[in-house]
C-alpha cells in the first residue's frame, strides 16, 4: 500500500503533530501487537504507539516535519514482517477481499486434503490386513495429500513462527509449527524407508482445524472493522453540485468546500455538515440514525443544520455546505471510533503478557513430557508431545478481552453512544454513582412552566389562559413556556412591555399584569387590593388582577427528553444520582424534586464541582460525570469516566471518555449495562480460557488425547471466544 | 487387487480435480459475497438516473 492511500484517510491532526491509523494483515495475537509497537518506537520523533490485535489496527502518533514520515512508519511495520493495508475505502476493500480469499482457499485445500489423506491412511490402522506395497503406495499417496496442506494451507502458521522467532521471542504460532514439523519429518522419513508409523492424517487435521478458527477469527475481525467502515462508506462518493449559474455538475465529495451549494436527491445521503439555505424556504424530511442513533425521522427547515451522513427522506433538497467532508460530524466519529478501537486496553495487556509466559511454559512442559514419556515408552513420545504442543490456547487468552470490548464499542456506537477511549468500557462498568451537570445536561436551553401555584380562586386552565394571552404577542423568551396555552378567543388590548419587569395589558377588557411580584402587584395596589411588597423577589412569575395576585408560576428549564426514564432506569441499576450545579438552590431544587435526585449541590463553582468529585470518589465510589463538554473539561478529567454530549466537529477534541451524540440521557443506563454485559463476557472468557488450559494440558501430557482431537479442542476454545463476544455485538 | 493401484491413483486425480475446481471458484469471486447477492435482485437500480436528472 502507498502511503498516499492512507493520506486521503481522515486524521486528528493538531499543528504540528501527526496522526494515522491503519489496519495490518497477517496479526493474530498480542505477541504481533507487541512487536509492531516495538518496531514503530525504534524510529525517532514517535510520540506513542497503539496496536489493538482483536481489531488488527494501529494507530501512530508523531510529530510531523521531523525525519519521521508515514513512509519511514510503513516500512518498519513492513520489516517487522506485517502488511499495513488502509482501513476503508476501496483499496481496504480489495485487500479484505484478498486475504479473504486466500484464506478460503487455505481451508478449503486443508479440508479435502485432511478428508482424503484420512480415507487413504486408514488402511494402516491394522483393521483391514494389506500387502507391504499397498501400504507403501497410501503412505505415498498420504504425503502426496499432505505437502501441498502443509506448505499452502499451513504456511501462515510457519510464517508466523518464523516472524516472532526472528525478533526473539516466542507466540502462539511457535507450538504450533513445532508440533507440524514434529509430525511431518518423521512420517516423511518413514515414507521413504517404507516402514513405519506416519502421521500425516494427523498433519491435515492440525492444519484444517487450526485454520478452520483462523478463518472464522478473521471473518469476525473484518466484521468488526465494518462497523466504523459502514459509517465511512455511507457517504456517498459522487455528489451533485450547483454552479454559480445554476447548473449541475458532478463532483467528488472531497472537493466540496464551505459554501458550496449542494442537490441530496430523495433516497440519498447527505455527504458533508450542511444547512438549509434561508433563501430556499425548503423543508426536509431525514434519518440521522446513523449520525444520532435516533431511528425516527427529523424534520429540518430553512436555517436547520443538516448532518452528514444523514439520509434524505423527503425530496430533492437544496443544502449549503458548511465544512468539508473531512471536518464533517460523521468524520470525527469515525476518527473517535478508530482511535478507540485502535489503543489496547490495560485489561488486554495484562492477558498478552501472560501469553506470552504461557508459551515458554509450554514448550518446557512438552520437553518434559518428551523427557518423561521416553523412560516410559518411547512410541508414545511423539502423540503425547504433539498434544501438548496443540491443545494448549494462548490464543483464546489474548482473544478474551479485546473480542468483548470491540463487539460493545460498536454495539453503543450504533446507539449513538461513542466510547472514545478503549479502557472506558471497563471503567463503565464499575460506576456506582453519577453526577450530573444541571444546565446543558438535565435540562436544555429555554424555559418552561415547572408548577402553577393558584393564589385566588381562579382555575389553572383559566389563569394560564390569561397569561398566555398577554404573552401572544411577546417576544421574550418566557413567551415560548407560555405559547401552548394560548386561547384565541381571548382578546387582548393595550398590551406594553416593561423590559425587566413584565407584561400588562387587558384581557377582554379586564387589566392584568404578568411579571415579577412587585411589579405584577403594582395593579392591586393602584386598585387598593394589596399593600407594596417590600420582599425579595423569587423566580418566579406573578399574575396579577384587579382581584389580587391570582396565580404564580415557577419557571425554570425544561429537562431534556428521556431525563426521568434514565435516573429511573440509573436507580434500578443501583447506582446513585448526585446534581452539581452552578445554578440557584431553587432551580436546582426543582430538577432535583422532579427527578427525584436527593443529592443537589447548587451555586457551585468548577473549582467546587472538582472538589466535590475527588471527595466522591475518595469515598470509595467510582464517579461517572456527565456533563455539557462545553467547560467542564477539568471536572470530566477528574471523573473516573465521563461523558459530554457533543454533535459537530466539535466532540472530536472533547475530553471525554463517552459522547453522547444525540444528547439522549436515557442511553446512559443502556450504556452502563451494556459495559457490565461485556466485563461479564470478559470474565467468562478468562475463565474458560483458563479451565480449558488447565484441564487440556495435563491429560495431553499424560497421552489421554489424541493430538488430533487436541488440535479441535484448541480451535474450539478459541472460537467460543470469539463467539461469546460476538452476542454482545447484536444484530444491526 | 490390482484394481486398487488404479482406485488409488484416480483418487488422487479426484482430488486434484476437486483442488483446481475450488480455487477457480474463488478466485472467479463466487464466495465474496454471501449475503448481499440474494437481495440484490430487490434494490432499486435507479439511483445513477436519478443523479443526472
Not at chain 1, 166 to 186: H, K, Q, S, Y
Not at chain 1, 216 to 223: G, P
Amino acid at each position: 500500500m502507498n502511503a498516499s492511500a492512507l493520506h486521503a484517510r481522515w486524521s486528528l491532526d493538531s499543528g504540528d503533530h501527526e496522526h494515522v491509523i491503519f489496519a495490518v494483515e497477517g496479526m493474530h495475537c498480542a505477541g504481533c501487537a507487541r512487536t509492531i509497537e516495538k518496531a514503530v518506537n525504534a524510529l525517532p520523533e514517535i510520540e506513542g504507539v497503539r496496536v489493538n490485535a482483536a481489531t488488527a489496527r494501529v494507530c501512530v502518533d508523531w510529530r510531523g516535519k521531523g525525519s519521521t514520515g508515514l513512509e519511514q512508519i510503513l516500512g518498519a511495520v513492513m520489516k517487522a514482517g506485517f502488511k499495513p493495508m488502509p482501513l476503508a475505502g476501496d483499496a481496504a476493500a480489495s485487500e479484505y477481499q484478498k486475504e479473504r480469499r486466500t484464506a478460503l482457499k487455505r481451508v478449503g485445500l486443508a479440508s479435502l486434503g485432511m478428508m482424503q489423506a484420512m480415507m487413504y491412511l486408514s488402511a494402516l490402522y491394522g483393521v483391514t490386513d494389506i500387502d507391504a506395497h499397498m501400504a507403501q503406495l497410501m503412505r505415498i499417496a498420504g504425503m502426496v495429500i499432505v505437502t501441498p496442506v502443509l506448505f499452502y494451507s499451513g504456511a501462515p502458521f510457519f510464517a508466523g513462527a518464523w516472524r516472532d522467532l526472528r525478533n526473539r521471542r516466542l507466540g502462539m504460532d511457535v507450538p504450533v509449527a513445532l508440533a507440524l514439523t514434529l509430525a511431518f519429518i518423521p512420517s516423511v522419513i518413514n515414507t521413504f524407508r517404507a516402514e513405519g508409523e506416519v502421521y500425516f492424517d494427523s498433519v491435515g487435521m492440525f492444519v484444517f482445524f487450526l485454520s478452520a478458527g483462523r478463518f472464522v477469527e478473521m471473518l469476525v475481525r473484518h466484521r468488526g472493522l465494518s462497523s466504523t467502515e459502514a459509517l465511512a462508506r455511507s457517504l456517498p462518493s459522487q455528489v451533485i453540485r450547483l454552479t454559480t449559474d445554476g447548473s449541475r455538475e458532478k463532483v467528488t465529495a472531497a472537493d466540496i468546500s464551505p459554501g458550496d451549494r449542494i442537490v441530496v436527491p430523495k433516497g440519498g445521503v447527505v455527504p458533508v455538515d450542511a444547512v438549509i439555505p434561508r433563501d430556499t424556504f425548503a423543508r426536509g424530511r431525514l434519518d440521522e440514525s446513523l449520525v444520532t442513533g435516533e431511528s425516527a425521522a427529523v424534520e429540518r427547515g430553512a436555517g436547520d443544520r443538516v448532518f452528514g451522513g444523514s439520509l434524505n427522506l423527503g425530496d430533492a433538497l437544496t443544502l449549503e455546505a458548511t465544512a468539508p467532508a473531512s471536518r464533517s460530524t460523521l468524520a470525527s466519529m469515525v476518527a473517535l471510533l478508530e482511535r478507540a478501537q485502535g489503543e489496547r486496553p490495560r485489561l488486554a495487556r495484562a492477558a498478552d503478557r501472560a501469553a506470552s509466559w504461557f508459551v515458554a511454559v509450554i514448550l518446557v512442559l512438552a520437553t518434559l513430557t518428551a523427557v518423561l514419556w521416553w523412560q516410559h515408552d518411547p512410541a508414545r513420545v511423539l502423540p503425547a508431545v504433539l498434544a501438548v504442543l496443540v491443545v494448549s490456547c494462548p490464543c483464546a487468552l489474548s482473544l478474551a478481552t479485546p473480542a468483548a470490548l470491540a463487539a460493545i464499542t460498536a454495539r453503543l456506537a450504533r446507539w449513538g453512544v461513542l466510547v472514545t477511549r478503549a479502557d472506558a468500557v471497563e471503567r463503565l462498568a464499575a460506576v456506582d454513582l453519577v453526577v450530573f451537570d444541571k444546565t446543558g445536561t438535565l435540562t436544555s436551553g429555554g424555559a418552561s412552566i415547572n408548577a402553577v401555584n393558584l393564589l385566588n380562586g381562579l382555575g389553572r386552565e383559566e389563569v394560564l389562559r390569561i397569561a398566555a394571552a398577554l404573552e401572544r404577542s411577546s417576544a421574550h423568551p418566557l413567551a415560548a413556556a407560555f405559547a401552548a396555552h394560548d386561547d384565541v378567543a381571548l382578546g387582548t388590548e393595550q398590551v406594553r412591555e416593561f423590559a425587566g419587569e413584565g407584561i400588562e395589558g387587558a384581557v377582554n377588557g379586564a387589566p392584568w399584569r404578568l411579571g415579577r411580584r412587585s411589579f405584577a402587584a403594582g395593579i392591586a395596589v393602584t386598585h387598593k387590593v394589596l399593600p407594596l411588597f417590600r420582599e425579595a423577589e423569587t423566580d418566579s412569575v406573578y399574575l396579577c388582577g384587579t382581584q389580587g395576585i391570582v396565580a404564580s408560576f415557577d419557571i425554570g428549564a425544561p429537562l431534556r427528553p428521556g431525563t426521568r426514564e434514565a435516573v429511573d432506569a440509573l436507580r434500578a441499576l443501583g447506582v446513585q444520582t448526585v446534581i452539581a450545579s452552578g445554578d440557584s438552590d431553587r432551580a436546582t431544587q426543582a430538577v432535583a424534586r422532579l427527578l427525584g435526585i436527593r443529592r443537589a449541590h447548587s451555586r457551585l463553582t468548577p473549582d467546587d464541582k472538582l472538589w466535590l468529585v475527588k471527595e466522591l470518589r475518595s469515598g470509595r465510589h467510582h464517579v461517572f460525570m456527565v456533563g455539557d463538554g462545553i467547560n467542564d473539561g477539568p471536572v470530566l478529567a477528574a471523573a473516573d469516566v465521563s461523558c459530554a454530549m457533543g454533535q459537530g466537529s466539535a466532540i472530536a477534541q472533547s475530553a471525554a471518555d463517552v459522547l453522547l451524540v444525540n444528547e439522549n440521557l436515557a442511553l446512559l443506563p443502556r450504556a452502563i449495562a451494556g459495559a457490565r454485559a461485556a466485563m461479564r463476557v470478559v470474565r467468562q472468557n478468562l475463565g474458560w480460557s483458563l479451565a480449558y488450559n488447565f484441564v487440556g494440558v495435563p491429560l495431553a501430557a499424560l497421552g489421554l488425547i489424541s493430538p488430533w482431537v487436541a488440535a479441535l479442542g484448541m480451535s474450539l476454545s478459541s472460537l467460543g471466544v470469539v463467539l461469546n463476544a460476538r452476542r454482545l455485538s447484536g444484530r444491526a | 487387487m490390482s484394481i486398487s493401484y488404479l482406485l488409488v491413483f484416480l483418487g488422487l486425480g479426484v482430488f486434484g480435480f476437486a483442488i483446481w475446481a475450488l480455487f477457480w471458484a474463488v478466485d472467479s469471486g463466487q464466495y465474496d459475497d454471501l449475503e448481499n447477492q440474494g437481495a440484490a435482485i430487490l434494490e432499486d437500480t435507479q439511483a445513477e438516473s436519478e443523479l443526472d436528472r
